[in-house]
Every structure is written in structure tokens, then in C-alpha cells.
């Protein structure tokens, strides 16, 4: 007869379809894996800027606590009469902060007021 | 010809003098009313019919909004988005202002100095005076990092408010150097289509490198048009970061 299975055939078939069950749990486990995996490469791809934007933010950052470094020491020695000294040490102030800069920019720096604090 | 030209102030109408110096709408200015009627303008047609499922206008300022609070939202948390209506006029501003110095023979507005400057310390004026009303002088732990051996403290907080002032400048310079300095190159490079041009056959040959670097110009300088405009408004929210939670 053909509807009456033995119980062999009957515990091969559910042996089967676990397996199959599995295949299917473990290959949509694997696709969704690779969706995350390929936006999270989007995302990252995505706030990446080009190279150029980088050198210019980097460039920038420096170049901008040197001007306002030589700026404070010019003004201040204009007005205090104190040349060169006030344009000597702002400038290397501002040598200082424009490498801050730079690294924060990098992320080699914790951001300003975001220092974890030691305990 | 020269590359620099675009650049030209010229004056459309004047409207006044006021002690000596005269009152005069710009190129400059016209454009810049032009960005504000474009973005007010856009909104308002884009929402004035809202339906639940957007049609294509809607669903554009519908994403812009999504991302410039998303932006806020990661950057300078939930309390940032008080400021929200700031950061998107400046993102709105700045891109509608990049996105017409594509087109060729407009004005590019955020080439000059002076203009992102004044948005920059318009930035830097809102961090300082939110920073000292809400903070106090608690503001001030900005400048002094914790974990810092006494001796060396104050050439570190000299720096690290020489590190603050020197923002608008960076945030500001940023901005203008590369709007200026890639429509300088596209008018270069698209010069010497119509130098090599002028030459003859073999001219025409020759033209045809600078016409395929001016095409891949122009594609590089609408992704800078935009990128400019969101680290402009991406820097506003760190910094505004700071003016709310000032040295956790």
C-alpha cells in the first residue's frame, strides 16, 4: 500500500525535513549576516570622505590656530608695544593648538570636554 | 578668460548710504535671497499638500529633515535639537548656495570669506553665549582636561583655548577654500578646452583630455557641493555639543 509508511521511512522523512529546516535557518542566518555586514561597509564607506576633503580638513585645522596664534601676538605687540615677544610666544601657542587641532581632527585626541576622567 | 573673474562683486542696485559707506545689493546678495525664496519656497510647496504616502517632493524634505536630525540627534544628543531649526538653515543655506555655483555662470556665495565666516561665528557666538547661560561658568571646564598634572596646566589651557578660538577660522576657511579652489581648477581645466580648441584639428584632439577631466571635475565638485554643506553643519553640532555638555 502506498499511503501506509513503515515507521523507518516515517523517521527518515522528519530527519530530513530538520535538516532541511536547518539549511534554511543557517542560509538566511548567512544572508542577513551579509546585508549587515554590506551596510555597515556603506555606512563606513559613506562617512569616509575623499582623501583631498581629509588633507583640507587637516590642513586647515593646523593652518587656522597658526594665523590666529600670529594674529594675537601681532595685535598684542602692536598695542603693547612688547615686539617681538608677544608674537614669538602666541605663535608657538598657536603652533600648539593648531597641532591640537589636527590630531582631535585625526581622532588621535578625545574631543574638547569629552576627556574620560581618571579615577 | 581669467579664472578669478567669476569671482567679481558687482553691484545691481543701490540702496543708501549709511555714515559714508554705500548700501548696495551684490551678485553676492541676490543670490543669496535667491537660496533663501528656493528653500522657504521648495518646503512650502513640497508640504503645503502633505499625504501619508509622500509623493516626490515631500519625500525629499522629508529625507532632508530625517537627516539633519539624525545628524543633531548623534552628534549633540536629544538636548540638541533645540537647536535643530540653526543647523538646518545652515545645512538648507550652504547647500542651495553650493548646489547654484554648479551651474554654470552663477555665483558662487560661499567662495568669499567674508560670507562663511560670518556663518561660522554666527556658530561660534551661539556656542558662547548658550554655553555660559546654561553652564555658567562651569563652561569654562571646557579648557581645563582632567587627568593633567598641575605644572604643565596652564600651557594646556592656554592651548586649549587658543584650540577654541581658532575654530571659527578652520570651520569658516574650510568652507571657502573649497568651494574656491575647485571652481578655480574646473575654470582651468576648462580653459584649456577652449585654448587647445583655438588650435586647429590637432587641437581638437588635444582638447578632448581637459574636456574629460572637466566633466570628472564637475561630478567631483557636486560631491564636494554637498559634503561641505553637511561637514558644515556636522561641525555646528559637535561644537554645539560642547555649549550643552561641557566636560562630562
Known amino acids: 500500500m502506498a499511503d501506509r509508511r513503515s515507521p523507518d521511512d516515517e523517521a527518515a522523512l522528519s530527519a530530513r525535513l530538520k535538516q532541511l529546516g536547518e539549511r534554511i535557518h543557517e542560509a538566511g542566518a548567512k544572508r542577513r549576516h551579509e546585508a549587515e555586514e554590506l551596510r555597515e561597509e556603506e555606512t563606513r564607506r559613506q562617512d569616509e570622505p575623499t582623501n583631498l576633503a581629509i588633507a583640507l580638513r587637516l590642513s586647515s585645522e593646523f593652518v587656522a590656530g597658526v594665523l590666529l596664534g600670529g594674529l594675537i601676538g601681532w595685535l598684542i605687540d602692536h598695542f603693547a608695544g612688547t615686539s617681538p615677544w608677544g608674537l614669538i610666544v602666541f605663535l608657538l601657542l598657536g603652533f600648539g593648538a593648531g597641532t591640537l587641532n589636527t590630531m582631535r581632527a585625526a581622532g588621535l585626541v578625545a574631543q574638547q570636554g569629552t576627556a574620560e576622567k581618571k579615577d | 578668460m581669467d579664472p578669478i573673474h567669476q569671482f567679481n562683486i ?161 570651520h569658516s576657511v574650510r568652507l571657502f577654500a573649497n568651494i574656491l579652489a575647485g571652481h578655480i581648477t574646473l575654470k582651468v581645466f576648462a580653459g584649456f578646452v577652449v585654448l587647445l580648441g583655438g588650435l586647429g584639428i590637432a587641437g581638437w584632439i588635444g582638447a578632448l583630455l581637459p574636456l574629460a577631466l572637466t566633466v570628472a571635475l564637475t561630478a567631483l565638485e557636486l560631491l564636494v557641493a554637498f559634503l561641505q554643506a553637511y561637514v558644515f553643519a556636522i561641525l555646528t553640532c559637535i561644537y554645539l555639543n560642547d555649549a550643552i555638555h561641557p566636560g562630562h
Open chain 2, 10 to 170: 558687482s553691484k545691481i542696485y543701490i540702496l543708501g548710504h549709511i555714515g559714508g559707506y554705500e548700501i548696495s545689493i551684490t551678485n553676492s546678495a541676490l543670490f543669496m535671497f535667491a537660496a533663501v525664496f528656493v528653500i522657504i519656497g521648495g518646503m512650502l510647496a513640497a508640504t503645503v499638500r502633505q499625504s501619508l504616502v509622500p509623493g516626490r517632493a515631500q519625500a525629499v524634505v522629508e529625507t532632508t529633515y530625517e537627516f539633519v536630525a539624525g545628524m543633531v540627534r548623534q552628534s549633540a544628543g536629544e538636548a540638541g535639537m533645540k537647536f535643530f531649526p540653526l543647523v538646518f538653515t545652515l545645512f538648507s543655506f550652504i547647500l542651495v548656495l553650493n548646489m547654484f555655483a554648479m551651474i554654470p555662470g552663477l555665483f558662487a556665495v560661499t567662495s568669499h570669506i567674508v560670507v562663511t565666516v560670518f556663518l561660522a561665528l554666527v556658530v561660534f557666538l551661539t556656542v558662547v553665549i548658550y554655553g555660559f547661560w546654561h553652564n555658567g561658568l562651569r563652561f569654562l571646564k571646557l579648557f581645563v582636561p582632567s587627568g593633567v598634572p598641575v605644572y604643565i596646566l596652564p600651557l594646556i589651557v592656554a592651548i586649549e583655548i587658543m584650540s577654541f578660538f581658532s575654530r571659527p577660522i578652520s
